[in-house]
């Protein structure tokens, strides 16, 4: 019985620990994923402003948060944008947080 007991268990964690995991392109990692990688550059000169929006998600069930590129823009008071990041952080499938972090003038 113990053992019916662990491997429904470990079944349950197995497939809710997707529900809340983030994927990049580097990939994800099963149990713990904080990774930064930029998104996208342009010519403009690299500005001295930074400004982040950010997005939450709890187990799959909550999801709350801007994490777009205009109020990331409007955080850091950016009208020149130099270029872009994310930075993805998921724990266990049980937390995990998307941030988009822009630079510029």
Do not use: P, R
């Amino acid at each position: 019985m113990k053992k019916v007991t662990f491997v429904a268990l470990a079944a349950t964690a197995m497939l809710m620990s997707s529900c809340a995991a983030v994927s990049t392109s580097c990939g994800k990692g099963q149990f713990f994923t904080d990774i930064k990688t930029g998104v996208t550059a342009n010519s403009n000169t690299l500005g001295k402003k930074v400004g982040q929006s950010s997005a939450t998600n709890i187990m799959g069930w909550v999801l709350t948060g801007d994490a777009s590129i205009d109020a990331a823009a409007q955080n850091g008071g950016i009208k020149k944008i130099s270029h872009i990041d994310q930075h993805q952080k998921s724990v266990l499938g049980i937390f995990a947080q998307y941030e988009t972090i822009v630079y510029g003038e």
